[in-house]
């Protein structure tokens, strides 16, 4: 069982940055995929960006690149989402995700991983 937990969210003006956290208790993220999704109100929850198991490799919805980045501490004991040019539409709760048998082919669909966190509110103020 892997408990992860997210940190970091809070109000933004638009156009400025936030960086959420996401953190195993008692244990690394090592060998784990690790996702970053977004559910807004009324909406689905959206793919954001994925760490490779091996922590080398990262990917990004189409919408996402550019104002969104994953990366992770060494020994990757919290992965980070750092945000960007935030404006309201990107009002959300972001939630981390993790597995351990997600293929290259399904790092953007949520049923590949096995664990969630509660997520983290993020509201952008215009």
């Known amino acids: 069982q892997v408990q992860l937990e997210e940190s970091g969210g809070g109000l933004v003006q638009t156009g400025g940055s936030l960086r959420v956290s996401c953190a195993a208790s008692?244990?690394?993220?090592?060998?784990?995929?690790v996702a970053w999704f977004r559910q807004a109100p009324g909406k689905e929850r959206e793919w954001i960006a994925a760490?490779?198991?091996?922590?080398?490799?990262?990917y990004y919805g189409d919408s996402m690149k550019g104002r969104f980045t994953i990366s992770a501490d060494k020994g990757k004991s919290t992965v980070y989402l750092q945000m960007d040019s935030l404006t309201p539409e990107d009002t959300a709760v972001y939630c981390c995700a993790a597995g351990n048998r997600v293929s290259a082919s399904s790092l953007g669909k949520r049923g590949a991983y096995d664990w969630w966190g509660p997520g983290t509110q993020v509201t952008v103020d215009s």
């Open positions: 008692g244990r690394t993220l090592s060998g784990y995929a």
């Open positions: 760490l490779s198991r091996t922590g080398s490799s990262t």
